[in-house]
Nanobody, 124 residues
Framework: QVQLVESGGGLVQAGGSLTLSCAAS????????MAWFRQAPGKEREFVAA??????????YYPDSVKGRFSISRDNAKNTVYLQMNSLKPEDTAVYYC???????????????WGQGTQVTVSS
């Protein structure tokens, strides 16, 4: 198990940038695959980005909706995964959740560990 705490959310204008962080507890962070999901009011949870565990050369995955605008990265020394979000759009408004699992689940929702979420609001 791992505890996840997201931070960095806030209000930003369309076209702006924001970086989310997810700090993980535990000493085996580099063995976890990490991901970001989001959920807007009245909508289903949506996959945003994933990065494999470090032993798999940190493969990254993105859906078409954010590809080229969002970037996921990890710093194993700080037990932290980041989501750099550029060219933000009002439709990116959602609660963003960090997830972790010892299995590389890519875009699958079945990650075993989830954070509480951080709100991102993009104004037009």
């Amino acid at each position: 198990q791992v505890q996840l705490v997201e931070s960095g959310g806030g209000l930003v204008q369309a076209g702006g940038s924001l970086t989310l962080s997810c700090a993980a507890s535990g000493r085996t962070f580099n063995s976890f695959a990490m991901a970001w999901f989001r959920q807007a009011p009245g909508k289903e949870r949506e996959f945003v980005a994933a990065i494999s565990w470090s032993g798999s050369s940190g493969r990254t995955y993105y859906p078409d909706s954010v590809k080229g605008r969002f970037s996921i990265s990890r710093d194993n020394a700080k037990n932290t995964v980041y989501l750099q979000m550029n060219s933000l759009k009002p439709e990116d408004t959602a609660v963003y959740y960090c997830a972790a699992d010892t299995t590389d689940r890519g875009s699958n929702f079945t990650y075993a560990n989830w954070g509480q979420g951080t709100q991102v609001t993009v104004s037009s």
